[in-house]
Protein backbone atom coordinates (compact mmCIF):
# COMPACT_ATOMS: atom_id res chain seq x y z
CA UNK A 1 0.00 0.00 0.00
CA UNK A 2 1.20 3.28 -0.88
CA UNK A 3 1.99 5.79 1.87
CA UNK A 4 -1.19 8.59 0.59
CA UNK A 5 -3.58 4.81 0.58
CA UNK A 6 -2.50 3.95 4.07
CA UNK A 7 -2.66 7.77 5.40
CA UNK A 8 -6.39 7.69 4.11
CA UNK A 9 -6.94 4.20 5.10
CA UNK A 10 -6.32 5.66 9.01
CA UNK A 11 -8.32 8.16 8.23
CA UNK A 12 -11.22 6.10 7.52
CA UNK A 13 -11.77 7.93 3.53
CA UNK A 14 -9.68 5.21 1.58
CA UNK A 15 -13.03 3.23 0.37
CA UNK A 16 -14.50 7.07 -0.28
CA UNK A 17 -11.90 7.75 -2.75
CA UNK A 18 -13.23 6.94 -6.22
CA UNK A 19 -13.39 7.59 -10.08
CA UNK A 20 -15.48 11.47 -9.82
CA UNK A 21 -15.34 14.35 -11.43
CA UNK A 22 -13.77 16.57 -8.75
CA UNK A 23 -10.07 14.97 -8.79
CA UNK A 24 -7.66 16.49 -5.99
CA UNK A 25 -4.13 16.83 -7.04
CA UNK A 26 -1.08 17.06 -4.87
CA UNK A 27 0.13 20.91 -5.69
CA UNK A 28 3.75 19.20 -4.29
CA UNK A 29 4.22 17.14 -7.27
CA UNK A 30 0.75 17.41 -9.59
CA UNK A 31 0.11 13.65 -8.66
CA UNK A 32 -3.46 12.26 -8.45
CA UNK A 33 -4.02 11.78 -4.93
CA UNK A 34 -7.99 10.52 -5.92
CA UNK A 35 -11.41 12.15 -6.88
CA UNK A 36 -14.99 12.36 -5.50
CA UNK A 37 -17.87 12.62 -7.27
CA UNK A 38 -19.64 16.09 -8.00
CA UNK A 39 -23.58 15.89 -6.12
CA UNK A 40 -26.16 16.72 -8.72
CA UNK A 41 -29.16 18.98 -7.99
CA UNK A 42 -31.22 16.70 -6.82
CA UNK A 43 -28.71 15.13 -4.34
CA UNK A 44 -28.02 18.96 -3.13
CA UNK A 45 -31.97 19.05 -2.86
CA UNK A 46 -31.96 16.06 -0.69
CA UNK A 47 -28.99 16.90 1.63
CA UNK A 48 -30.82 20.54 1.94
CA UNK A 49 -34.04 18.68 2.83
CA UNK A 50 -32.08 16.16 5.71
CA UNK A 51 -30.45 19.13 6.98
CA UNK A 52 -33.71 20.72 7.61
CA UNK A 53 -35.24 18.02 9.53
CA UNK A 54 -31.92 17.49 11.71
CA UNK A 55 -32.62 21.12 12.53
CA UNK A 56 -36.21 19.92 13.97
CA UNK A 57 -34.48 17.66 16.49
CA UNK A 58 -31.13 19.40 17.22
CA UNK A 59 -32.90 22.76 18.11
CA UNK A 60 -34.80 21.26 20.97
CA UNK A 61 -31.12 19.25 22.69
CA UNK A 62 -30.01 20.75 25.54
CA UNK A 63 -26.50 23.23 24.84
CA UNK A 64 -24.12 22.01 27.06
CA UNK A 65 -25.24 18.58 25.47
CA UNK A 66 -24.52 19.30 21.97
CA UNK A 67 -21.03 20.91 23.20
CA UNK A 68 -20.64 17.23 24.37
CA UNK A 69 -20.40 16.48 20.51
CA UNK A 70 -17.85 19.19 20.16
CA UNK A 71 -15.98 17.80 22.95
CA UNK A 72 -15.99 14.44 21.59
CA UNK A 73 -15.04 15.99 18.23
CA UNK A 74 -12.14 17.84 19.58
CA UNK A 75 -11.14 14.39 21.43
CA UNK A 76 -11.10 12.72 18.04
CA UNK A 77 -9.19 15.45 16.31
CA UNK A 78 -6.41 15.63 18.66
CA UNK A 79 -6.24 11.39 18.26
CA UNK A 80 -5.66 12.03 14.68
CA UNK A 81 -3.85 15.13 14.62
CA UNK A 82 -1.11 13.98 12.45
CA UNK A 83 -2.61 12.21 10.01
CA UNK A 84 -4.98 15.17 9.27
CA UNK A 85 -2.81 17.53 9.39
CA UNK A 86 -0.24 15.24 6.58
CA UNK A 87 -3.11 15.29 4.58
CA UNK A 88 -3.50 19.14 4.52
CA UNK A 89 -0.13 18.91 3.43
CA UNK A 90 -0.32 16.86 1.44
CA UNK A 91 -3.36 18.39 -0.61
CA UNK A 92 -3.14 22.15 0.26
CA UNK A 93 0.92 21.92 -0.03
CA UNK A 94 1.05 23.46 3.66
CA UNK A 95 4.88 22.83 5.58
CA UNK A 96 4.35 20.26 8.13
CA UNK A 97 3.81 22.96 10.87
CA UNK A 98 1.18 24.67 9.08
CA UNK A 99 -1.24 21.37 8.70
CA UNK A 100 -0.24 20.72 11.81
CA UNK A 101 -1.23 24.09 13.07
CA UNK A 102 -4.06 24.08 11.37
CA UNK A 103 -6.04 21.00 12.91
CA UNK A 104 -4.64 22.49 16.32
CA UNK A 105 -7.33 25.38 14.98
CA UNK A 106 -10.20 23.04 14.58
CA UNK A 107 -9.28 21.44 18.30
CA UNK A 108 -8.93 25.19 19.69
CA UNK A 109 -12.63 26.17 18.17
CA UNK A 110 -13.54 23.08 19.38
CA UNK A 111 -12.38 23.83 23.39
CA UNK A 112 -13.82 27.80 22.55
CA UNK A 113 -17.23 26.04 21.72
CA UNK A 114 -17.57 23.52 24.10
CA UNK A 115 -17.19 26.58 26.60
CA UNK A 116 -19.32 28.69 24.65
CA UNK A 117 -22.32 26.10 24.88
CA UNK A 118 -22.57 26.68 28.35
CA UNK A 119 -22.50 30.90 27.95
CA UNK A 120 -25.54 31.36 25.08
CA UNK A 121 -26.31 33.90 27.57
CA UNK A 122 -29.33 36.83 26.67
CA UNK A 123 -30.73 40.06 28.44
CA UNK A 124 -32.93 40.76 31.08
CA UNK A 125 -34.71 44.51 29.92
CA UNK A 126 -36.64 46.77 32.21
CA UNK A 127 -39.89 47.29 31.04
CA UNK A 128 -42.21 50.73 30.86
CA UNK A 129 -44.63 48.41 31.73
CA UNK A 130 -45.72 48.00 35.62
CA UNK A 131 -45.34 43.91 36.20
CA UNK A 132 -43.96 43.46 32.93
CA UNK A 133 -40.13 42.05 31.71
CA UNK A 134 -38.57 41.93 28.67
CA UNK A 135 -35.93 39.13 27.81
CA UNK A 136 -33.56 38.46 24.98
CA UNK A 137 -32.96 34.68 24.20
CA UNK A 138 -30.90 33.39 21.29
CA UNK A 139 -32.59 30.73 19.51
CA UNK A 140 -30.76 28.02 16.88
CA UNK A 141 -31.54 29.57 13.67
CA UNK A 142 -31.20 26.73 11.14
CA UNK A 143 -29.49 24.92 8.49
CA UNK A 144 -26.08 26.50 8.35
CA UNK A 145 -23.98 26.78 4.96
CA UNK A 146 -20.30 26.25 4.96
CA UNK A 147 -18.58 27.16 1.69
CA UNK A 148 -14.31 27.18 1.79
CA UNK A 149 -11.61 28.17 0.25
CA UNK A 150 -8.61 25.64 -0.60
CA UNK A 151 -6.38 27.41 0.98
CA UNK A 152 -7.37 27.18 5.01
CA UNK A 153 -9.00 23.35 3.62
CA UNK A 154 -10.32 22.12 7.28
CA UNK A 155 -9.92 24.71 9.56
CA UNK A 156 -12.51 27.71 8.48
CA UNK A 157 -14.86 24.96 8.40
CA UNK A 158 -14.38 24.01 11.97
CA UNK A 159 -14.40 27.70 13.02
CA UNK A 160 -18.25 27.62 11.67
CA UNK A 161 -19.46 23.86 12.24
CA UNK A 162 -17.88 23.81 16.01
CA UNK A 163 -19.85 27.42 16.98
CA UNK A 164 -23.11 26.46 14.36
CA UNK A 165 -23.45 22.76 16.25
CA UNK A 166 -23.46 24.05 19.74
CA UNK A 167 -25.87 27.26 18.68
CA UNK A 168 -28.24 24.07 17.61
CA UNK A 169 -27.94 24.42 13.58
CA UNK A 170 -26.91 21.57 11.36
CA UNK A 171 -24.42 22.06 8.72
CA UNK A 172 -23.54 21.25 5.04
CA UNK A 173 -20.07 21.52 3.82
CA UNK A 174 -18.99 22.96 0.39
CA UNK A 175 -15.80 22.82 0.20
CA UNK A 176 -13.29 24.23 -2.24
CA UNK A 177 -12.87 21.69 -5.30
CA UNK A 178 -8.89 21.98 -4.70
CA UNK A 179 -9.27 19.95 -1.27
CA UNK A 180 -11.78 17.39 -1.70
CA UNK A 181 -10.52 14.97 0.79
CA UNK A 182 -9.26 16.83 3.23
CA UNK A 183 -13.19 17.57 3.91
CA UNK A 184 -14.17 13.87 3.38
CA UNK A 185 -11.38 13.25 6.24
CA UNK A 186 -12.98 15.97 8.19
CA UNK A 187 -16.26 14.30 7.49
CA UNK A 188 -15.48 11.02 8.73
CA UNK A 189 -13.57 11.89 12.07
CA UNK A 190 -17.08 14.18 12.54
CA UNK A 191 -18.98 10.94 12.40
CA UNK A 192 -16.75 9.03 15.12
CA UNK A 193 -17.43 11.99 17.06
CA UNK A 194 -21.32 11.44 16.12
CA UNK A 195 -20.56 7.52 16.91
CA UNK A 196 -19.64 8.24 20.41
CA UNK A 197 -22.09 10.98 21.50
CA UNK A 198 -24.94 8.59 20.13
CA UNK A 199 -28.22 9.97 19.81
CA UNK A 200 -27.51 12.82 16.91
CA UNK A 201 -30.26 13.63 14.53
CA UNK A 202 -29.00 11.86 11.17
CA UNK A 203 -27.59 14.90 8.73
CA UNK A 204 -26.22 17.06 11.35
CA UNK A 205 -23.20 17.55 9.40
CA UNK A 206 -23.29 17.04 5.47
CA UNK A 207 -20.89 17.45 2.50
CA UNK A 208 -21.48 18.16 -0.89
CA UNK A 209 -18.88 18.26 -3.58
CA UNK A 210 -19.20 20.58 -6.62
CA UNK A 211 -18.22 23.24 -8.59
CA UNK A 212 -19.18 26.66 -7.88
CA UNK A 213 -22.51 25.43 -9.47
CA UNK A 214 -23.17 23.64 -5.68
CA UNK A 215 -22.68 27.00 -4.10
CA UNK A 216 -24.73 28.64 -6.10
CA UNK A 217 -27.91 26.67 -5.38
CA UNK A 218 -27.24 26.25 -1.82
CA UNK A 219 -26.41 30.07 -1.71
CA UNK A 220 -30.60 30.53 -3.59
CA UNK A 221 -32.24 28.11 -1.04
CA UNK A 222 -34.56 29.42 1.65
CA UNK A 223 -34.29 26.49 3.50
CA UNK A 224 -30.48 27.76 4.40
CA UNK A 225 -30.84 31.06 6.67
CA UNK A 226 -27.03 31.37 7.29
CA UNK A 227 -24.73 30.97 4.35
CA UNK A 228 -20.99 31.50 5.70
CA UNK A 229 -18.45 31.75 2.54
CA UNK A 230 -14.80 31.91 2.72
CA UNK A 231 -12.68 32.63 -0.74
CA UNK A 232 -12.21 35.36 -3.04
CA UNK A 233 -13.76 38.52 -3.61
CA UNK A 234 -15.24 37.44 -7.02
CA UNK A 235 -16.94 34.81 -5.01
CA UNK A 236 -18.41 36.89 -2.51
CA UNK A 237 -19.90 39.33 -4.99
CA UNK A 238 -21.49 36.10 -6.67
CA UNK A 239 -23.15 34.66 -3.36
CA UNK A 240 -24.10 37.93 -1.59
CA UNK A 241 -27.15 39.22 -3.80
CA UNK A 242 -28.60 35.47 -4.24
CA UNK A 243 -29.04 35.29 -0.47
CA UNK A 244 -29.64 38.57 0.22
CA UNK A 245 -32.43 38.41 -2.36
CA UNK A 246 -34.32 36.01 0.16
CA UNK A 247 -33.55 37.95 3.06
CA UNK A 248 -30.97 35.06 4.14
CA UNK A 249 -27.89 36.13 6.13
CA UNK A 250 -24.34 35.84 4.90
CA UNK A 251 -20.97 35.66 6.79
CA UNK A 252 -18.03 36.81 4.24
CA UNK A 253 -14.53 36.08 4.60
CA UNK A 254 -13.34 37.23 1.48
CA UNK A 255 -9.86 38.36 -0.23
CA UNK A 256 -7.39 40.72 1.69
CA UNK A 257 -4.33 43.17 0.97
CA UNK A 258 -2.87 43.26 4.29
CA UNK A 259 -0.16 46.16 5.03
CA UNK A 260 2.44 46.55 7.68
CA UNK A 261 4.12 49.83 8.24
CA UNK A 262 7.58 50.13 9.70
CA UNK A 263 8.54 53.36 11.46
CA UNK A 264 11.54 54.37 12.70
CA UNK A 265 11.75 53.22 15.89
CA UNK A 266 10.34 50.17 15.10
CA UNK A 267 12.90 46.81 16.34
CA UNK A 268 13.99 46.14 12.86
CA UNK A 269 15.32 42.56 13.88
CA UNK A 270 11.59 41.77 15.35
CA UNK A 271 10.61 42.99 12.26
CA UNK A 272 12.55 41.13 9.71
CA UNK A 273 10.92 38.07 11.84
CA UNK A 274 7.41 39.35 11.70
CA UNK A 275 7.67 40.39 7.55
CA UNK A 276 9.21 37.12 6.72
CA UNK A 277 6.56 34.59 8.16
CA UNK A 278 3.76 37.10 7.27
CA UNK A 279 5.09 37.43 3.50
CA UNK A 280 6.34 33.95 2.47
CA UNK A 281 4.32 31.25 5.01
CA UNK A 282 2.23 29.50 3.15
CA UNK A 283 3.63 30.28 -0.23
CA UNK A 284 1.73 34.05 0.43
CA UNK A 285 -1.54 31.77 0.11
CA UNK A 286 -3.12 33.47 3.08
CA UNK A 287 -6.22 35.79 3.44
CA UNK A 288 -4.28 37.33 6.10
CA UNK A 289 -0.61 37.43 3.94
CA UNK A 290 1.05 40.34 4.32
CA UNK A 291 1.17 41.97 0.92
CA UNK A 292 2.35 45.65 1.35
CA UNK A 293 5.17 47.15 3.29
CA UNK A 294 5.10 50.79 4.02
CA UNK A 295 8.33 51.46 5.54
CA UNK A 296 9.44 55.09 7.03
CA UNK A 297 12.00 56.91 4.83
CA UNK A 298 14.64 56.57 7.78
CA UNK A 299 14.64 52.94 7.88
CA UNK A 300 14.12 52.08 4.78
CA UNK A 301 17.17 50.90 2.99
CA UNK A 302 18.15 48.88 6.06
CA UNK A 303 14.74 47.19 6.45
CA UNK A 304 14.67 46.66 2.46
CA UNK A 305 17.75 45.24 2.47
CA UNK A 306 17.22 42.72 5.91
CA UNK A 307 14.03 41.63 3.67
CA UNK A 308 16.03 41.22 0.64
CA UNK A 309 18.57 39.05 2.41
CA UNK A 310 15.97 36.71 4.28
CA UNK A 311 14.04 36.42 0.92
CA UNK A 312 16.85 35.53 -0.83
CA UNK A 313 17.80 32.74 1.49
CA UNK A 314 14.52 31.17 1.41
CA UNK A 315 14.66 27.94 -1.17
CA UNK A 316 10.82 26.81 -1.98
CA UNK A 317 10.64 22.47 -1.15
CA UNK A 318 8.73 19.79 -0.39
CA UNK A 319 6.66 21.08 2.66
CA UNK A 320 6.76 17.29 3.75
CA UNK A 321 10.49 17.94 4.74
CA UNK A 322 11.78 19.38 8.21
CA UNK A 323 13.53 22.59 7.06
CA UNK A 324 11.32 23.67 4.07
CA UNK A 325 9.63 27.14 5.05
CA UNK A 326 7.83 27.49 1.86
CA UNK A 327 5.81 24.91 0.04
CA UNK A 328 4.56 25.04 -3.64
CA UNK A 329 1.18 26.96 -5.01
CA UNK A 330 -1.50 25.48 -5.68
CA UNK A 331 -2.10 25.14 -9.39
CA UNK A 332 -0.66 26.71 -12.49
CA UNK A 333 -3.33 29.27 -12.51
CA UNK A 334 -1.85 30.47 -9.16
CA UNK A 335 1.38 30.91 -10.57
CA UNK A 336 0.70 32.44 -14.02
CA UNK A 337 -1.41 35.11 -11.92
CA UNK A 338 1.93 35.72 -9.66
CA UNK A 339 4.07 36.36 -12.79
CA UNK A 340 1.35 37.98 -14.38
CA UNK A 341 1.41 40.47 -11.78
CA UNK A 342 5.08 40.53 -11.48
CA UNK A 343 4.83 41.93 -14.95
CA UNK A 344 2.47 44.71 -13.99
CA UNK A 345 4.36 45.64 -11.22
CA UNK A 346 7.55 46.15 -13.51
CA UNK A 347 5.10 48.01 -15.95
CA UNK A 348 4.07 50.00 -13.29
CA UNK A 349 7.71 51.30 -12.12
CA UNK A 350 8.29 48.85 -9.84
CA UNK A 351 11.46 47.03 -9.52
CA UNK A 352 11.46 43.86 -8.55
CA UNK A 353 13.86 41.53 -6.98
CA UNK A 354 13.37 37.70 -6.83
CA UNK A 355 10.67 35.46 -7.99
CA UNK A 356 10.08 33.26 -10.85
CA UNK A 357 9.66 29.39 -11.07
CA UNK A 358 11.74 27.52 -8.40
CA UNK A 359 12.32 23.44 -9.01
CA UNK A 360 11.09 23.03 -12.48
CA UNK A 361 12.96 19.91 -12.88
CA UNK A 362 12.13 18.04 -9.67
CA UNK A 363 8.54 18.70 -9.90
CA UNK A 364 7.08 19.47 -13.60
CA UNK A 365 3.71 19.45 -12.89
CA UNK A 366 3.84 21.58 -9.82
CA UNK A 367 4.33 25.07 -9.25
CA UNK A 368 7.17 26.51 -6.82
CA UNK A 369 7.69 30.24 -7.21
CA UNK A 370 10.32 32.04 -5.16
CA UNK A 371 9.47 34.92 -3.11
CA UNK A 372 9.44 38.32 -4.67
CA UNK A 373 9.88 41.85 -3.38
CA UNK A 374 8.97 44.54 -5.78
CA UNK A 375 9.80 48.08 -4.56
CA UNK A 376 7.00 50.59 -5.56
CA UNK A 377 6.63 53.97 -6.35
CA UNK A 378 3.35 54.54 -5.67
CA UNK A 379 0.50 52.67 -4.39
CA UNK A 380 -0.52 51.43 -8.15
CA UNK A 381 -3.29 49.48 -9.31
CA UNK A 382 -1.72 45.99 -9.36
CA UNK A 383 -0.61 46.97 -5.71
CA UNK A 384 -4.21 47.31 -4.83
CA UNK A 385 -5.26 43.69 -6.39
CA UNK A 386 -4.80 40.76 -4.23
CA UNK A 387 -2.35 38.43 -5.83
CA UNK A 388 -2.73 35.06 -3.76
CA UNK A 389 1.29 34.39 -4.02
CA UNK A 390 4.57 35.55 -2.18
CA UNK A 391 4.64 38.93 -3.59
CA UNK A 392 5.52 41.87 -1.56
CA UNK A 393 5.60 45.67 -2.42
CA UNK A 394 7.65 47.76 -0.61
CA UNK A 395 6.58 51.47 -0.23
CA UNK A 396 7.80 54.48 1.35
CA UNK A 397 6.96 57.19 3.83
CA UNK A 398 8.01 60.06 5.34
CA UNK A 399 5.38 61.13 7.57
CA UNK A 400 2.78 58.89 9.88
CA UNK A 401 -0.30 59.96 8.83
CA UNK A 402 0.65 59.58 4.93
CA UNK A 403 1.28 55.92 5.87
CA UNK A 404 -2.18 55.01 7.57
CA UNK A 405 -3.73 57.06 4.58
CA UNK A 406 -1.31 54.49 2.52
CA UNK A 407 -2.34 51.39 4.49
CA UNK A 408 -6.37 52.10 4.13
CA UNK A 409 -6.46 52.98 0.50
CA UNK A 410 -7.14 49.59 -0.70
CA UNK A 411 -10.40 47.95 -1.60
CA UNK A 412 -9.73 45.40 1.22
CA UNK A 413 -9.96 45.57 5.04
CA UNK A 414 -8.77 42.45 6.34
CA UNK A 415 -5.50 42.83 8.39
CA UNK A 416 -2.78 45.39 9.38
CA UNK A 417 0.14 45.55 11.81
CA UNK A 418 2.60 48.06 12.62
CA UNK A 419 6.02 47.70 14.17
CA UNK A 420 6.76 50.48 16.48
CA UNK A 421 7.94 51.45 20.43
CA UNK A 422 6.42 54.42 20.01
CA UNK A 423 3.26 54.37 22.09
CA UNK A 424 1.56 57.13 20.52
CA UNK A 425 2.20 55.79 17.30
CA UNK A 426 0.66 52.45 18.49
CA UNK A 427 -2.36 53.93 19.45
CA UNK A 428 -3.07 56.54 16.55
CA UNK A 429 -2.72 53.30 14.30
CA UNK A 430 -5.33 51.72 16.76
CA UNK A 431 -7.85 54.81 16.82
CA UNK A 432 -10.50 55.50 15.03
CA UNK A 433 -8.67 57.41 12.23
CA UNK A 434 -5.98 54.33 11.89
CA UNK A 435 -6.10 51.71 10.62
CA UNK A 436 -9.60 50.77 8.77
CA UNK A 437 -9.31 47.09 9.02
CA UNK A 438 -10.99 44.36 11.05
CA UNK A 439 -7.62 43.17 12.59
CA UNK A 440 -4.88 45.83 13.41
CA UNK A 441 -1.76 44.28 15.05
CA UNK A 442 0.84 46.15 17.13
CA UNK A 443 4.54 44.91 16.88
CA UNK A 444 3.54 41.74 14.89
CA UNK A 445 2.80 40.75 11.34
CA UNK A 446 -1.01 40.66 10.39
CA UNK A 447 -1.39 36.71 9.72
CA UNK A 448 -1.87 33.73 12.43
CA UNK A 449 -4.74 35.10 14.61
CA UNK A 450 -6.02 33.57 17.24
CA UNK A 451 -9.03 31.59 17.46
CA UNK A 452 -10.67 33.98 20.91
CA UNK A 453 -10.90 37.22 18.52
CA UNK A 454 -13.45 37.76 16.04
CA UNK A 455 -11.75 37.37 12.71
CA UNK A 456 -12.72 38.61 9.49
CA UNK A 457 -12.71 42.33 7.63
CA UNK A 458 -13.96 45.45 6.27
CA UNK A 459 -14.80 47.06 2.43
CA UNK A 460 -14.22 44.14 -0.27
CA UNK A 461 -13.28 41.50 2.48
CA UNK A 462 -16.81 40.88 2.97
CA UNK A 463 -17.60 42.32 6.60
CA UNK A 464 -18.04 39.21 8.05
CA UNK A 465 -16.77 37.97 11.72
CA UNK A 466 -16.14 34.21 12.89
CA UNK A 467 -14.71 32.70 15.42
CA UNK A 468 -14.38 33.99 18.74
CA UNK A 469 -15.91 36.91 20.58
CA UNK A 470 -19.08 37.26 20.22
CA UNK A 471 -19.43 35.72 16.66
CA UNK A 472 -21.56 32.86 17.81
CA UNK A 473 -24.60 35.53 17.59
CA UNK A 474 -24.61 35.24 13.88
CA UNK A 475 -25.33 31.40 14.20
CA UNK A 476 -28.28 31.87 16.14
CA UNK A 477 -32.20 33.95 15.74
CA UNK A 478 -32.90 36.53 18.56
CA UNK A 479 -35.65 36.80 20.26
CA UNK A 480 -37.19 39.51 22.48
CA UNK A 481 -39.92 38.90 24.91
CA UNK A 482 -42.17 41.10 26.65
CA UNK A 483 -43.76 39.06 29.86
CA UNK A 484 -46.51 40.34 31.56
CA UNK A 485 -46.97 39.25 35.52
CA UNK A 486 -50.08 41.04 36.11
CA UNK A 487 -53.59 41.04 35.38
CA UNK A 488 -54.20 43.96 33.48
CA UNK A 489 -53.01 45.05 30.17
CA UNK A 490 -50.90 48.28 30.05
CA UNK A 491 -49.94 49.17 27.03
CA UNK A 492 -46.71 50.46 25.40
CA UNK A 493 -46.35 54.18 24.82
CA UNK A 494 -48.74 55.06 27.48
CA UNK A 495 -51.70 54.36 24.21
CA UNK A 496 -55.19 54.04 25.74
CA UNK A 497 -57.17 51.69 23.66
CA UNK A 498 -60.57 50.69 25.44
CA UNK A 499 -61.74 47.19 25.88
P1 LIG B 1 -12.60 30.90 -4.60
O1 LIG B 1 -13.42 32.13 -4.47
O2 LIG B 1 -12.15 30.51 -5.95
O3 LIG B 1 -13.44 29.64 -4.03
C1 LIG B 1 -13.89 29.59 -2.71
C2 LIG B 1 -15.10 28.68 -2.62
O4 LIG B 1 -16.23 29.31 -3.22
C3 LIG B 1 -14.95 27.34 -3.34
O5 LIG B 1 -15.55 26.34 -2.55
C4 LIG B 1 -15.71 27.56 -4.63
O6 LIG B 1 -16.22 26.38 -5.21
C5 LIG B 1 -16.85 28.43 -4.15
N1 LIG B 1 -17.48 29.29 -5.19
C6 LIG B 1 -16.87 29.93 -6.20
N2 LIG B 1 -17.76 30.66 -6.88
C7 LIG B 1 -18.97 30.49 -6.27
C8 LIG B 1 -20.28 31.00 -6.51
N3 LIG B 1 -20.54 31.82 -7.52
N4 LIG B 1 -21.27 30.63 -5.66
C9 LIG B 1 -21.01 29.80 -4.61
N5 LIG B 1 -19.79 29.28 -4.36
C10 LIG B 1 -18.79 29.62 -5.18
O7 LIG B 1 -11.36 31.07 -3.60
P2 LIG B 1 -10.02 30.18 -3.45
O8 LIG B 1 -9.14 30.39 -4.62
O9 LIG B 1 -10.39 28.79 -3.06
O10 LIG B 1 -9.36 30.86 -2.16
C11 LIG B 1 -8.56 32.00 -2.18
C12 LIG B 1 -9.33 33.24 -1.80
O11 LIG B 1 -9.99 33.06 -0.55
C13 LIG B 1 -8.42 34.45 -1.58
O12 LIG B 1 -9.03 35.57 -2.15
C14 LIG B 1 -8.34 34.58 -0.07
O13 LIG B 1 -8.03 35.86 0.40
C15 LIG B 1 -9.72 34.16 0.31
N6 LIG B 1 -9.78 33.72 1.71
C16 LIG B 1 -10.32 34.57 2.62
C17 LIG B 1 -10.35 34.22 3.96
C18 LIG B 1 -10.92 35.14 4.98
O14 LIG B 1 -11.17 34.69 6.09
N7 LIG B 1 -11.14 36.41 4.68
C19 LIG B 1 -9.83 32.98 4.36
C20 LIG B 1 -9.29 32.12 3.40
C21 LIG B 1 -9.28 32.51 2.07
Given at each position: ????????????????????????????????????K???????????????A?????????????????????????????????????E?????Q??????????????????L?????G???????????????W?P????????A?????????W??????????P?????????P??????Q????????R???????L?????G????????????????????????M????????A???????????G???M???????????????????????????????????????Y??????????????????????G??M??????????????????????G????????????????????????????????????????????????????????????????L?????????????????P??????IA???????????????????????????????????????????????????????????
Amino acid sequence: MSATAALLDRLGIAHLVTEGDIVSRSPIDGSRLGAVKAHSAAEVDAVLAQSAAAFKAWRTVPAPRRGELIRLFGEVLREHKADLGALVTLEAGKIVQEGLGEVQEMIDICDFAVGLSRQLHGLTIASERPRHRMVETWQPLGPVAIITAFNFPVAVWAWNAALALVCGDPVIWKPSEKTPLTALATQALFEKALARFGDAPEGLSQLLFGLREVGEQIAADPRVPLVSATGSTRMGREVAPVVAKRFGRSILELGGNNAMIVTPSADLRLAVRAILFAAVGTAGQRCTTLRRLIVHNDCYDKVVSAVKTAFAAIQPGDPRHAGTLMGPLIDKAAFDAVTKALDAAKAQGGTVHGGGRALADTFPDAWYAYPAIAEMPAQTEIVKHETFGPILYVLRYSDFEEAVAMQNDVPQGLSSSIITRDLLEAERFLAPDGSDCGIANVNMGPSGAEIGGAFGGEKETGGGRESGSDSWRQYMRRQTSAINYGTSLPLAQGIEFPE
